[in-house]
Each structure stands twice: as C-alpha cells, then as structure tokens.
C-alpha cells in the first residue's frame, strides 16, 4: 500500500483541526519538464522547508518537492510540543555516545528550540510559541528518577529552566490522579504546527525558492549532477537533499530499512473555554506522560484540548479514530466524558531503532534527515539548518549527527512491521504494570 494515498485524498489536507483552522497556502503548480536548480529538495515538512529556506538565504537556487501539499505529513499533523535535547535522555546518550558527544546533542537539541522560537517570531508564521512541557510520570516508581534526572541537568549541565514536580505540585499543575510527579521545562514549549511549517513555507518562497506541489520523487540518479524525476518532470541539481522521513518508501532504501513508519491519533474537543482549560492544565502547559505508547495533550488558542494517543501499525488509520484516542483521553481526565469530539485524525511518522535521527551522506551530493521519532518539530526544523550548513561546507553539526548509529530494523521491509507490533503490544502491556 501506499502510505502517502492509503488514508488521504490527492492533494488534500486531512479533516484535523489544524487545517479547518490554518490561513492555507494557495495551492503550488506541479513540477513539469526538464528543470534545473542548486538543491533539489525532497519533502515539504519541517526538514525539508526549512533546509529550502536556509540554502535560499545562503544564495542557493532551491526547488522544493512535495508529493502531496506543504506541511500535508507528520509535519502538519502532530501535537505542537518542541521539546529540547533529544528523545532519549542525557543519561542513557552518555553511555550510547560517551560524555563529550552526549553533551554536543544536548547543545544541539536546545538549539532546535530555539530556532522554532526565533522562526514563529516571524510575522509570516501566524502562530505563537508558547513555553512550558510537562513531563508526567504515570508510575509512583518512576517520581525518583524524575528526581535524579533534574537533579543532573541542574548540577551536571547548568539548566535552571527544568525542575521537579512532587505529587501535589503535579496535582496542582495537571488536575489529573493519573500522575505522581515528574518534571516542568520552561525551556521547551509547544506551538501549532501547520501553521509553523506553514509560515516556513511562505518564507522561503519569499526568499525565492520554487515550490511545487503534487510532484512525487520516484527516482534519483546519481551524477555530477543528480536527476530527480518525478512523473512529469526531470530536476537535475548540483545536491539533493531528503526530508521524506517516514514517507521515504521505495525512493532511497537504505534510509527506508532503517526509519519505520508508525501511525500516531490526535482529537480535539469542542472548545472548553479558558477558565474549564485552567482547570484541567495550568498555565496553558503542554504534557506529555512516561508511558511507552505516549499520551500527550496540550490546549488550541480557541481552549480545545488537543489530545494524542495510541499508536498502529498497519497502513490504514482505524475507523473510528475519536473512540480510539477518547478512552486515553478518559482515563487522564474521567471528568471530560460528556465532551463532545469535533475532529480526529490520524498521521504517519518515522521513528528509528535507537529514537534518535538518522542523517546520512548517501552519496557525495545527496542527504537525508530522518527518523525524527516524534520530536521533529525541534529537530526537523533544525536540520534543515544543519543541512544548508553541510551544502555550504560546514559541517561539523552535522557530523555529530551523523556519527550516531542508525540500526537497521529486524526482519527487512516485509517483516518489520509484524515484529514491531509484537514488540509494541509488549510495550502496551508494560505500561498497564
């Protein structure tokens, strides 16, 4: 099946609350003919507009494809939160990586967040960064190590904008028994997604980069000068740069063997108005919980709670999307079972072995970023940076990057996703103990 067709209409954003609410983009022309260009971009996500909009300013003539719409991905369907350093903890990087590397990805985590936060200042992204994650530990066994993890980043890496939370200062923070503590980071914060990538969109096109739309990349042929076809069009371009993250499929396989797929379920509610959203979660935070299979929430400008969770493994999306993230939702806030669902969608992400990205030189001019693991807002919109950076010669960013492990997942392309669902219902169980 095809991922980027199996759930979705051609050239269609999904019934999500982001896209009956975004100020869209007018639809961009397909690529036809023979065409030319510096950077040949593949992927009109995080990664993939801001690597256009970076090179664009560095004097790069870009072309930036997408088989779908802008944003049309994980990218314009997720839950908002930008959360700093990478998806796995400091502590568990040390031991993958050693100290010093450990310390560099930390760095280079923050600095994600901070460009989100410097881009969405932007008067062309109509959305605002809004500061504050929570992290909340769903079991009393995990409150120490909250603890000691704070305790770390306080002492070990002179972060001061992290601190812990007990049990009452959670209670009091998020209005749910389903926590025993965990942990506030002022540092990270949350914003609407579509309209950040959206905003990014605008911005490079600005900047003169050329966008063009429902123009799948079916093949890359390596050269001097690679060729990107599309169905209708050849680019040749002196770098090619890939943003397909879990879309990548058949187009470059050896990124596909080692970035999986997964589907991850948003609802929005009717709106609950600012007192109601008070209530529930103070200070207009985001959350997110320590469970394996993640729930994570966080409240829209109109006082919509905007809730994730569960996660599949097939292709298609479930058919009653709403019922399936209503009973997480329900066993966070019991007190929300009368509210009316307005929307439910589902996305497709990529995640990695290791959770962490997986950069790759395919060959001497052409690069992919992916494997994002849902933390992509931050990371995918920083290694586009990082990209441009490594075009122009500069490449020690992505160096560190790169020099971490990607693990290929188990059992190839036609058994991976058997074994990864075996392993999540696993996992699923887990947090039931």
Known sequence: MDLLTVNDEPGNYPNSYYAASADLLAQQPRARGDLECDVCVVGAGYMGVSAALHLARRGYDVILLDAQRIGFGASGRNGGQVSRGQRVDQDELEVLVGLEHARAMWTIGNEAVDLVGTLAASDEVRTEFREGVVHADHRRRFVAESRDYVRKLNDEYGDDAIRFLDRDAMRDTVNSAAYHGGVLDTGSGHIDPLELVLGLARMALAAGVRIYEQSRALDIVDGPKAIVRTGEANIAAR????????????????????????????????????????????????????????????????????????????????????????????????????????????????????????????????????????????????????????IAGQAERFDIMASVPTPRFPGGTAFRSPLLALAMLWYALRDRL
């Open 239 to 390: 770098f090619v740069v890939l943003g397909c993250n879990g879309y990548v499929g058949g187009l470059q396989k050896d990124v596909a063997a080692r970035v999986m797929p997964i589907n991850n379920y948003i609802v929005a509610t009717e709106p609950l108005g600012p007192e109601r959203q008070e209530q529930l979660v103070r200070n207009n935070y985001a959350v997110a919980d320590s469970k394996f299979v993640v729930n994570y929430f966080r409240f829209s400008n109109d006082h919509r709670l905007l809730f994730g969770g569960t996660e599949s493994y097939r292709y298609r999306f479930p058919s009653d999307i709403a019922g399936a993230v209503r009973r997480p939702m329900l066993e966070i806030f019991p007190q929300l079972r009368s509210v009316r669902i307005d929307y439910a969608w589902g996305g497709t992400l990529g995640i990695t072995m290791n959770r962490l990205p997986h950069y790759a030189r395919l060959s001497g001019n052409v690069l992919s970023f992916s494997g994002f693991s849902g933390q992509g807002v931050a990371l995918a919109t920083l290694s586009g940076q990082i990209a441009a950076e490594a």
